[in-house]
Each structure stands twice: as C-alpha cells, then as structure tokens.
C-alpha cells in the first residue's frame, strides 16, 4: 500500500537546536518526495522537493531509498519555523499527492 | 488574485443539506485538485482536472460527492445530502502544468461543519 507515516503528532525544541521531523516511506516505484508547511492562519505551502536538492530556510531532506525516508532537518531551529509540517509523495511526474499526517514543530524561546 | 481563492471559507451546514464549495485556481493553471482534509489529519486526494476535464475522481468518497469545472477556469465541489463524516476543510490547488512538475498552489479551504 502507498503511504506516508510521520511518527511524531508534535515536536517541541528549544531556540538554536537543531531540528529533525522524521517521514517514512511506502510505495511501490520511484516516487516524488515533498515537504509543505503550513503556518498559523496561512495557507498549506511547498518547502522543498527531493528532486530539486535546495535548502530552503535552511531546512534540507535527503531521500534514502534503501531505508525509505525522506526526513527533514534544520541545524538549528528559528521561532519562526513553528508550525505544522507534511510530508508528501507523488508518483512521479503525476499530481495525486499522499500527504502524511503532520508533525507540529513548536520551537520554544 | 494573487493565488487560489476558496468561498466560503467556513460553512455550517445541517444534515442532509447540499452544499457548494467554490474554488478560482491562479489565472492560466491547467492542473486543479481537490483535496478533504479531516482534523487531525493530512490532506486526502478527492479529485483532478486538467482544464475542464475531470481526468480523475478516484478520491470521491461516495456518489454525492460531485465536482465541475466547466470552463476549466473555476470549480466547484458539490455534495449532496451532507452527513456529519463529510465534515473537514476541503483545499483546492491549482498547478501550472499537468504533469504534477511544477508546484501546487493550496488555496485556504473551506471549513464544512455538518450539524
């Protein structure tokens, strides 16, 4: 079955720690890998795809086919990057998202 | 606009109404899709359009679920005879493209809460 699993409802770090939101992986094929973001009161927004390897906000995602994941991460964590994240994939060249249920980062002062 | 525009944004609706959600893709995008969005959940594929073709509708929970896009401008996601599970935000997107290789734009969504 297609799916994306993130393990954690809620991820809280301190100011300056770095950040990782774990996505994992399930599909038969090569998928596309996403990560949005949605900010309080803002619309869902793309932060960064696999295939277009930029660090975005300083946020980066390796795809590791072998164990399936695609997980996010940030040296060290903004106030600012408080919100809630989905990991997502598509079949590749397609439109048919599978959205994960998301992580919210809370990034305490 | 400057993205994707969703009206109304929050709707009350008793059972068994039917209701209409309206969405006004980015100007000149090919791709709409409508997604339903349950809390505490992420977004669930309901449909896609490329232009006004509905290309596929696989995600359409049940028969009373019921999307056009006539002009292949904007769309309109119907449901009929409402009940309290059909309760979510339902997103619209729209993307440039149709093949899924440029970005999706999400509008707001409309919050449906069936009493």
């Known amino acids: 079955a297609q799916r994306v699993t993130q393990p954690e409802k809620l991820l809280s770090v301190f100011k300056g720690a770095p950040v990782e939101l774990k996505c994992n992986y399930s599909?038969?094929?090569?998928?596309?890998l996403f990560w949005y973001v949605q900010y309080s009161r803002q619309r869902l927004q793309l932060l960064l795809r696999?295939?277009s390897r930029e660090s975005i906000k300083g946020f980066t995602a390796d795809l590791n086919k072998g164990e399936t994941s695609f997980h996010l991460k940030k040296p060290f964590a903004q106030e600012e990057d408080s919100a809630m994240y989905y990991c997502?994939?598509?079949?590749?060249?397609?439109?048919?998202?599978?959205f994960g249920t998301g992580t919210r980062l809370k990034v305490l002062a | 606009g400057a993205g994707v525009s969703q009206s109304p944004r929050y709707k009350v609706a008793k059972r068994g109404q039917d209701v209409a959600l309206r969405c006004d893709p980015i100007?000149?995008?090919?791709?709409l899709f409508w997604y339903q969005q349950a809390l505490g959940q992420g977004p669930e594929f309901l449909t896609y359009?490329?232009?006004?073709?509905?290309?596929?509708k696989s995600g359409l929970p049940s028969d009373r679920f019921f999307a056009e896009r006539p002009e292949g401008s904007v769309s309109t996601l119907k449901i009929q005879r409402t009940q309290q599970e059909d309760s979510a935000v339902y997103l619209c997107?729209?993307?440039?493209?149709?093949?899924?290789?440029?970005?999706?734009?999400f509008g707001q969504g409309t919050r449906l809460t069936v009493v």
């Open positions: 997502a994939l598509s079949k590749r060249g397609t439109y048919k998202y599978i």
């Open positions: 696999h295939i």
């Open positions: 100007s000149g995008h090919v791709s």
């Open positions: 997107a729209s993307s440039l493209d149709r093949g899924g290789n440029t970005e999706a734009f």
């Open positions: 359009f490329q232009n006004e073709a509905q290309l596929d």
């Open positions: 599909y038969s094929g090569s998928p596309e």
